[in-house]
């Protein structure tokens, strides 16, 4: 191609995951039975960040095709339709990818940490998640510094709710809402075995369900939940 600018990229793009995958058939083609536990275990980590930095790409690519309407010749009506016809993806995963694309528009932190490895895919799935909610997307930028190094050092148990923690501060009236639903959804029935026991069934608020918890766990009572 003989043209400047612009259209050189996809040839360069092109021969740049062409040489990748010659790199993933050379790793398919060799004989883990002869590697040591060492070098299978050094491997992993270093495996699982290339993972996370092929997602990135991914995500980078996904969202030039929206910037340009790439995807327009081809009758698709969006960047995300083409992504779900070309990896034949159910709609929740290609809506989880376009989610991505669209967070890491506004948090180049994240972007960058995405692109080096540093946080996982889970991880940012759960950032684009959270930045999907219209209520808390613009305060996301303020926070990124924090939310990002959430990521970067909790477990993923311990990032989910310290995420969650964040957003029902930052989106009190969501919060509000979720606890007057689960409230208006509070059921409770013990109902007697045939052997005399009990059994109970329930739902409850979120102040009920606390105290609930809080007294049938106490140590006097030999109760564990």
């Known amino acids: 191609m003989t043209t400047v600018g612009h259209e050189q ?3 360069a793009l092109a021969d740049l ?13 060799l004989d883990l039975e002869t590697a040591t536990d060492p070098e299978l275990l ?12 092929l997602g990135s790409v991914e ?28 990896g034949q993806l159910p709609g929740f995963e290609a809506h989880r990818r376009w989610q991505t694309v669209r ?16 946080i996982g895919t889970a991880q940012v799935e759960e950032l684009a998640r959270t930045h999907a909610n219209p209520r808390v997307r613009d305060l996301m930028p303020a926070a990124e510094e924090l939310l990002l190094d959430d990521a ?16 029902d501060y930052a989106d009190q009236d969501g919060a509000a809402d979720r606890a007057r639903k689960a409230h ?6 013990m109902n007697e075995e045939f052997d005399k026991g009990w059994r109970s069934v329930g739902q409850f608020g979120t102040t009920m369900g606390s105290v609930s918890y809080t007294h049938l766990t106490l140590p006097t009572t030999g109760i564990r939940c």
């Open 152 to 167: 970067r050092t909790s477990t993923f148990s311990e990032f989910q709710i310290l995420l969650r923690a964040w957003r």
């Open 59 to 86: 995500a980078r690519v996904l969202d030039g095709v929206d910037r340009r309407r790439a995807y327009a010749p081809d009758g698709h009506l969006s960047a995300k339709a083409l992504v779900r016809h070309l």
């Open 17 to 29: 995951t062409g040489r990748l995958h010659g790199l993933l058939d050379n790793l398919h083609e």
């Open 9 to 11: 990229q996809p040839e």
């Open 184 to 189: 208006d959804r509070r059921d409770f029935r």
């Open 103 to 118: 967070m890491l528009r506004d948090l180049p932190r994240v972007a960058t940490a995405y692109a080096e490895g540093t």
């Open 42 to 53: 050094g491997a992993m980590p270093e495996l699982i960040r290339a993972g996370r930095r």
